[in-house]
């Protein structure tokens, strides 16, 4: 059973175009997360969402918007995209907000290409 | 600005010896700090957590300290085996959690 699944896990696009990002928890968590991996690899959070209401929002460009249906589902649009979007993209989530030390599971991620 | 620093960005050892791995972090006060283990082409995985109390902290062949004097945690790995390649994150928290730029480590048979 996959603890924190991502769809897609690739994603080609051109520059303009809109996409979504769908992210999925099976672990009961009430924190979910946003993350930005680029090509230096370092990873850096977008957004943090507790219990549906968003807690983090690092300074990312509004063309982002996280959207979370319920507990379980914390989904990323990007509307148009462009070529400095291309990264990994992984969805975490975690039992209770960060700033109480809790572990978080990582999705396996998904590598968005914008051309 | 907050940063964190891990010591390189790359570290071979033997087979069989310590790899130890380094987190430095300034203008920064973190009251815990995760260590991850990151695959290629897969998320991060949790590997331990220690507080700001803690001293140190062991798992198996694991091992992390926290000295929150020197802004510093070492993460060790004893008898290490090839499957412990990897690329290695340090996370230092407080109401967040941000992430170190990660070590990658290769063993050697």
């Known amino acids: 059973d996959t603890a924190v699944s991502q769809t897609p896990k690739y994603l080609v696009t051109q520059m303009g175009n809109d996409k979504s990002i769908k992210c999925e928890q099976n672990l009961g968590h009430d924190t979910m997360y946003w993350y930005k991996q680029d090509s230096k690899k370092f990873l850096k959070i977008m957004f943090s969402?507790?219990?549906?209401?968003?807690?983090i929002n690092e300074t990312v460009p509004n063309r982002f918007s996280p959207k979370s249906p319920d507990k379980a589902h914390l989904n990323l649009h990007i509307n148009s995209l462009e070529l400095g979007d291309s990264a990994v993209y992984f969805c975490?989530?975690?039992?209770?907000?960060?700033?109480?030390?809790?572990?978080?599971?990582f999705g396996p991620g998904t590598r968005l290409t914008v051309t | 600005s907050q940063k964190i620093e891990q010591n390189s960005e790359a570290l071979n050892i033997q087979e069989g010896k310590t790899a130890t791995l380094t987190c430095n972090y300034t203008n920064y006060s973190p009251a815990y700090l995760q260590w991850y283990r990151q695959d290629p082409g897969r998320g991060p995985v949790f590997l331990l957590l220690?507080?700001?109390?803690?001293k140190e902290k062991r798992k198996e062949r694991l091992k992390v300290t926290f000295d929150t004097t020197l802004k510093q945690s070492l993460f060790h790995i004893t008898a290490s085996q090839p499957a412990d390649s990897a690329t290695y994150l340090c996370?230092?928290?407080?109401?967040?959690?941000?992430f170190g730029a990660g070590t990658r480590l290769t063993v050697k048979p």
């Open positions: 975490a989530s975690s039992q209770g907000l960060a700033g109480i030390s809790y572990e978080q599971y």
């Open positions: 220690i507080r700001e109390n803690e």
């Open positions: 969402y507790n219990n549906k209401e968003l807690i």
């Open positions: 996370a230092p928290g407080n109401n967040d959690m941000r």
